[in-house]
């Protein structure tokens, strides 16, 4: 008794039990993964045939064909993790606000936040992370450049920085909930923010898109989560002014402002919780 | 006759009334749904940009930018008509919970009463969603040559077209369980092949032929292409009549699922 719980083997566990619910109903785990590659080939597609008419998204932007697909592979990965980490957690986390359930959450003998973020995985979204592997691997050897060993370690670093801010991004709209009564948006609320960083941020420099690229740069930095670990992997890495470092930079620290934010949020929002059954 | 008429318009009044509880979340959800455009926007500026478009040069399938941003806002209106948010699942979970013996132990039919239902969603969705489309419209006009051509209107039987095609889609629930993730991946197709991505005819064949064989070009593609003035004459005459033969279709199917269905269907409890 007294004893803090051991995080990683209570992660562990959550991972092992999500595996077990979703193999119990097989066919509708395959069907969902099946559906998500095709969400994933159906994306691809569409790019194809941009490229097919246009050799590169944006004039001098140096965002060819293989350099997007490795932004798109970077896409993948982020929204994968965050996918099958997080969402239907915070989805779930509404709805728990809204039943009243969230009391069973809050009587555990664990931090709440870490419970509703991850207690149950969605492992059908392996299959998208594969191909956003699969997708990187094969780009990689279409650039003209070979990134080096500290490019990959770096790269690696800022997609997990990129899973923290959307995860930070999301949990806060989630906890919204509380004061809300009810998110029933939240899904699609998330899919309008994230839509804006499906890009390269230079299609969004001309007239009102500086707007765009600020907001979705340093207020909401989902272009930032994206944008800086694509372009480690797609562009020649070689940092040599200030304003080279700047972008990076600032990733780290929007990394811990938004996950210091959002866990901000989260407790002010439980502090209003009142539970919802009788 | 009137009696029938009656109870028709009684239940589009109930059905109206129903709607527009729910008047704010319709208005903003018809002004978010616009914010993917927008990237849109810029991607297809970057694209144009890059092929010199912008000074002049290429068109990417026949599209110069402003027909591309157009088109993108036109198939917000096709959509407006053609999609049906709820309709297959709702369907679909009324037979898994049985629900759907009400229409069989009442003088109600299924397809009329859902049919009525729609309609009543529409009316209160064009009404709400009157005002988000003209700021969006007003704010992009010199993206449009002009007013539409009167022909644009025959538009309308894409609310058929979707109605029906949909509620055949949710009747597999007499046979299937579960069909929430063929749901899922019958939206995924429409998404794609109804042109709601990108103009269907940017495609190469034989692709754009098979996406061209297919129902799903008439709930976004097609009524979007005739505003634009791409499909004329003889073309927009053939395509009306190849639109006008996929609703009969998916009425008859839409009838003979409901029929057979209702003959295997099992109801237990109270």
């Known amino acids: 008794m007294g004893q803090r719980p051991w995080y990683f083997r209570v992660l562990l566990t959550f991972l092992r039990n999500s595996l077990v619910r979703d193999m119990t109903f097989r066919a509708n785990f395959l069907i969902d993964t099946v559906s998500s590659i095709s969400w994933v080939f159906m994306n691809l597609g569409f790019y194809l045939l941009i490229f097919s008419y246009t050799p590169t998204i944006g004039a001098r932007t140096g965002w060819g064909k293989y350099e997007f697909f490795l932004f798109l592979a970077t896409t993948l990965l982020i929204n994968s993790l965050v996918r099958g980490l997080f969402l239907e957690n915070a989805v779930e986390f509404s709805e728990q606000i809204r039943t009243g359930a969230l009391d069973f959450a809050l009587l555990k003998p664990i931090d709440t936040q870490f419970l509703v973020s991850l207690n149950r995985f969605e492992w059908a979204a392996v299959g998208p992370l594969a191909c956003g592997l699969l997708l990187l691997a094969y780009s990689l050897g279409h650039v003209e450049h070979t990134p080096g060993a500290l490019q990959a370690v770096l790269y690696v670093f800022y997609v997990l920085c990129g899973v923290v801010i959307y995860y930070s991004l999301m949990i806060s709209m989630a906890a919204t909930s509380i004061w809300l009564g009810q998110n029933r948006n939240l899904l699609d609320f998330w899919f309008y923010v994230t839509n804006f960083s499906r890009y390269p941020m230079e299609i969004y420099e001309k007239g009102l898109g500086f707007a765009l690229l600020y907001v979705f740069t340093y207020f909401i930095p989902v272009l930032t989560a994206v944008n800086v670990p694509a372009r480690l992997l797609a562009k020649p890495f070689s940092p040599t002014t200030l304003a080279d470092w700047l972008l990076p930079g600032f990733a780290v620290a929007a990394t811990a402002i938004s996950l210091a934010v959002s866990r901000w949020i989260f407790n002010r929002a439980l502090l209003s919780y009142r539970s919802a059954s009788s | ?270």
Not at chain 2, 227 to 240: C, P
Request: aromatic share 18%.
């Open chain 2, 1 to 270: 006759m009137p009696a029938r008429l009656a109870t028709w318009w009684t239940i589009l009044r109930i059905s109206l009334e129903e709607r527009l509880v729910y008047r704010g979340d319709f208005a903003l959800g018809t002004l978010m749904r616009f914010l993917p455009i927008v990237t849109q926007m810029f991607l297809w500026w970057a694209v144009f940009e890059a092929i010199g478009a912008d000074k002049g040069g290429g068109a990417v399938a026949g599209y110069t930018y402003h027909n591309m941003v157009a088109y993108y806002l036109l198939t917000m209106i096709s959509r407006a008509f053609s999609s049906m948010p709820g309709l297959a699942s709702g369907i679909a979970q009324d037979i898994r919970d049985g629900t759907v013996k009400k229409y069989l132990i009442q003088p109600i039919d299924m397809l009329g009463f859902l049919l009525l239902n729609r309609v009543a969603h529409k009316l209160v969705y064009y009404l709400v969603a009157v005002v988000p489309f003209v700021v969006v419209f007003s704010l992009c006009r010199q993206f449009f040559s002009g007013w539409p051509p009167p022909q644009t209107l025959l538009a309308c039987l894409a609310f058929l077209l979707g109605y029906f095609l949909e509620a055949t889609l949710g009747m597999i629930g007499f046979w299937l369980l579960e069909v929430n993730s063929l749901l899922f991946v019958y939206m995924l197709f429409s998404f794609f092949c109804s042109g709601h991505m990108f103009p269907i005819d940017m495609l190469p064949s034989p692709w754009r032929g098979l996406v061209e064989a297919m129902p799903l070009q008439y709930l976004a593609y097609f009524p979007a292409a005739v505003f634009l003035g791409k499909v004329t004459g003889a073309e927009l005459v053939r395509g009306l009549c190849t639109q006008l033969c996929w609703v009969v279709f998916f009425i008859v199917t839409a009838r003979a699922a409901f029929h057979f269905g209702t003959r295997r269907y099992s109801a237990y409890g109270g």
